[in-house]
């Protein structure tokens, strides 16, 4: 059996639509459910845990992957005759004849086949004028004229005839494939906001006026805001396209935000950023420090899911041959996520040019990450006495990057002595860890790895 991942609790949403979908879905025209959330909130995930929790009782449909169909209806009528074969009994007969009438339909009413008859029909209208010019060698008589349009109006209603008899024909066959099933017949839709917007809006035209019957409900999962502007597209940007959707969609369902830990904790990059086993204090959780820092920015979970790719990206990317700090990459990384440009540029532009750049970088991180970022309580011992220093990332942040080791600055601060040789200890080993060693570069400062961070940084969100 399958094991989903379901980083974001979608199974209680996929319980609550099974019930709800299995229960309006027996109404005369079915169900059309959208599922409406953004990028990053579970779609896809949803859609697989729906799929488990109907079994053979639902069909999925990625409608990206069939964009490059001529008619949209094809691929739901390959899933849907699919799903039928399942049943028992006579199954296979009544998916074959559903087939059969399906694509007999999508000939019919199809975009390609409409163009070509049209020109036929176009054509013949034009030749007959024509064979009147040739047979008086004069101008074109009304009556003439007047015939050879009859002629094809005549067709194009015999035409739209025909459609209308293949469509009821459809219906009619999908009606006796379904009518006696126990449970409905469930066709899950994915990625349709995804799709080139002629293309999403034919679907959703072909799901409507043609598989709106009893027992039959779609679950189709959008980005419905990015869906609208798909419709704009093709309407135009003034189109009401919120109150067009509304005629295809029966009822919404949104999803409960979730929570930053969850996704951070369970998403596929923790791994790999507990994995590295990468330098910080006192061995601090640095998926911990992230969900402190996005909560205090009343971070989205797409940003949250953008910050982790980030940081398993520059783990991927970097070349230099000392660790990263994520004590300090992860304060770049979502200071540079959140749109904090100014402050983010002058930290790559100043920081490391001498004091005055070192507080405006930390006047930055000041004023971002205003609410304790807590890295833990560790214990100092002197003696028989044991403290406990309330570490905090500003108080690290601050330090490796403007003290740099120097014990005696710190004991210019004022900060108790226990804590003083705990930072103290604590930036010694940051520095030496992610700095090159004794070099020096042109301008006869130590070239620290901090100053490539902003750089990795641009490379990594590039990738995202």
């Known amino acids: 059996m399958e094991k989903i991942n379901d980083v974001l609790g979608r199974s209680e949403d996929a319980e609550t639509v099974a019930r709800f979908a299995a229960a309006r879905a027996t109404g005369p025209q079915g169900l059309v459910l959208n599922v409406d959330a953004a990028w990053g909130m579970g779609k896809t995930t949803f859609l697989r845990l729906l799929k488990k929790r109907l079994g053979d009782d639902a069909v999925m449909v990625n409608a990206w992957e069939s964009d490059f169909a001529d008619d949209p209806l094809l691929p739901v009528l390959k899933a849907v005759t699919e799903a039928l074969r399942s049943g ?58 007047s015939a050879a349009l009859d002629e094809a109006s005549t067709a194009l209603i015999a035409r739209f005839e025909t ?23 469930h066709i899950l839709i994915d990625e349709l906001d995804r799709c080139r917007p002629t293309y999403a809006i034919e679907m959703l035209e072909r799901i409507k006026h043609l598989f709106g019957v009893r027992n039959v409900a779609f679950v189709i999962a959008t980005d419905t805001e990015q869906l609208q502007h798909s419709i704009r597209a093709v309407y135009g940007e003034g189109f009401d396209a919120k109150a067009y959707l509304r005629r295809f969609f029966d009822r919404t369902y949104r999803f409960d935000e979730g929570s930053l830990q969850g996704i951070i904790l369970n998403s596929p990059e923790a791994s790999i950023i507990r994995d590295a086993e990468l330098p910080m204090p006192h061995d601090v959780d640095p998926l911990h420090v992230l969900e402190q820092m996005l909560e205090a920015q009343n971070a989205s979970l797409r940003d949250a899911r953008q910050c982790l790719t980030i940081i398993a990206d520059t783990m991927h990317v970097w070349d230099k041959p000392v660790p990263l700090n994520l004590a300090v990459l992860i304060p770049l990384i979502v200071i540079h996520q959140q749109g904090f440009h100014t402050e983010f540029n002058d930290i790559e532009r100043e920081a490391w040019r001498g004091e005055e750049g070192v507080q405006r970088a930390l006047d930055a991180h000041a004023k971002i990450f205003a609410k304790p970022i807590h890295l833990g309580v560790p214990r100092y011992t002197q003696g028989d006495e044991e403290y406990p220093v309330a570490l905090t990332l500003e108080t690290y942040f601050r330090n490796v990057w403007s003290l740099r080791g120097q014990q005696e600055k710190l004991a210019e601060t004022g900060l108790p002595k226990a804590m003083v040789a705990l930072l103290a200890q604590d930036i010694d080993e940051a520095w030496f860890q992610i700095s090159w060693g004794p070099t020096i570069n042109d301008e006869h400062v130590w070239d620290c790895a901090f100053n490539y961070y902003p750089a990795l940084i641009r490379k990594a969100g590039r990738l995202s």
Request: zero cysteines.
């Open 88 to 145: 028992s009994g006579s199954a296979e007969t009544v998916a074959n004849s559903l087939l059969q009438k399906g694509s007999r339909m999508a000939l019919t009413i199809g975009k390609g086949m409409a163009k070509q008859v049209g020109r036929k029909m176009i054509g013949e209208a034009v030749e007959e004028v024509a064979e009147q010019i040739g047979e008086t060698g004069a101008e074109i008589t009304e009556a003439g004229l």
């Open 163 to 185: 459609q209308q008899k293949t469509v009821t024909d459809f219906k009619e066959a999908l009606v006796e494939a379904v009518k006696d099933r126990d449970t409905p017949l």
